[in-house]
């Protein structure tokens, strides 16, 4: 089995047209079909089915791919990096991210290795944290970026933020200016809208409500943060968000935030990667630019809540 056989079985996989594989690869279609029909031979597995409209895997084809798709992008990755020793940061980064960190970080991120680093490849997908750590796990992401609720030996972690979680409300719903902190109890009474019990925003509010021996029951759930932000601003229900979700809204003047009882609740977000795969240059690259960018966002949080406070007070 060579390293070309599978770069081409790979390209065939994910193309699904011999046609469209060759053009990709730069060469001519009998070349790939031959290449393809060696791997076969070899692996004594009928890897596609030719169907009218394309070439379909098979379930060997299916595990074929799954297995041989983070190999390939280790290597090539490591042959990249061999290359550049010269200190240009090159290679592929696959990453997973929690909606916040896509919502906040993302875009400046993006636009750094744009400009900074165009040789770099970065595929970014979005999802649950456990969702995200089975990726990480079964070697599909190269790392992820989540909300890290307990200690993960499986996993190597890096923390990127930290940061306190708030009582948001809009125009219509907003808590008397006389309340400093509100209490864990009071909450059980409001209207609340919250992330569903898949979020790991939500794990961490229901352990801090436990704590206190208590329990919340939302009316409402919304797992998209930019939406429970959006509709709390135009209605007269409350939500608990972290700082970097009403950074927009508490800037524009539509927001208004109350901090929680002691001891309040904060969440650690973190960037986890196999311990059998240490971050390539670019990767590290990437999380050291989302954790500087979330910390630019949570500090300008603190500045915005104490000018609100200043103009309701007036």
């Given at each position: 089995m060579e390293l070309r056989q599978l770069k081409y079985f790979i390209c065939l996989y994910e193309?699904?047209?011999?046609?469209?594989?060759?053009?990709?690869?730069?060469?001519?279609?009998?070349?790939?079909?031959?290449?393809?029909?060696?791997?076969?031979?070899?692996?004594?597995?009928?890897?596609?089915?030719?169907?009218?409209?394309?070439?379909?895997?098979?379930?060997?084809?299916?595990?074929?791919?799954?297995?041989?798709?983070?190999?390939l992008s280790k290597l090539l990755e490591a042959r990249h990096g061999m290359i550049n020793l010269a200190g240009e940061i090159t290679g592929r980064v696959s990453v997973g991210l929690i909606a916040s960190a896509t919502t906040t970080a993302l875009p400046d991120v993006l636009q750094f290795f744009t400009q900074n680093h165009p040789e770099v490849e970065i595929y970014v997908t979005t999802g649950y944290t456990q969702d995200l750590i089975d990726s990480v796990l079964s070697g599909t992401l190269d790392l992820a970026v989540?909300?890290?609720?307990?200690?993960?030996?499986?996993?190597?972690?890096?923390?990127?933020?930290?940061?306190?979680?708030?009582?948001?409300?809009?125009?219509?719903?907003?808590?008397?200016?006389?309340?400093?902190?509100?209490?864990?109890?009071?909450?059980?009474?409001?209207?609340?809208?919250?992330?569903?019990?898949r979020h790991g925003l939500r794990t961490l509010i229901d352990q801090a409500f436990a704590a206190c021996g208590?329990?919340?029951?939302?009316?409402?759930?919304?797992?998209?943060?930019?939406?429970?932000?959006?509709?709390?601003?135009?209605?007269?229900?409350?939500?608990?968000?972290?700082?970097?979700?009403?950074?927009?809204?508490?800037?524009?003047?539509?927001?208004?935030?109350?901090?929680?009882?002691s001891p309040g609740i904060s969440r650690h977000v973190a960037c986890v990667h196999s311990h059998r795969c240490p971050l390539s240059p670019a990767a590290r690259l990437f999380v050291e630019s989302i954790s500087k960018n979330m910390l630019a966002t949570i500090e300008a949080i603190e500045f915005y809540k104490g000018a609100n406070v200043f103009l309701q007070a007036r």
């Open positions: 193309e699904g047209s011999v046609t469209r594989a060759a053009q990709r690869l730069n060469i001519v279609q009998p070349a790939l079909s031959a290449q393809i029909a060696k791997l076969e031979e070899e692996f004594g597995q009928v890897l596609f089915e030719r169907t009218p409209k394309g070439m379909k895997p098979t379930d060997a084809g299916n595990q074929a791919y799954r297995t041989f798709q983070p190999l989540i909300n890290q609720n307990r200690q993960l030996d499986s996993l190597a972690s890096t923390g990127v933020a930290d940061e306190s979680l708030f009582v948001v409300t809009g125009g219509p719903s907003r808590l008397s200016d006389e309340i400093a902190n509100v209490r864990f109890q009071d909450l059980q009474r409001m209207k609340l809208v919250l992330p569903s019990r208590l329990s919340l029951k939302p009316r409402l759930e919304i797992d998209d943060l930019l939406a429970i932000e959006e509709f709390v601003r135009h209605s007269d229900w409350v939500s608990i968000l972290p700082a970097i979700a009403i950074h927009d809204g508490l800037k524009a003047g539509v927001l208004h935030v109350h901090s929680l009882e």
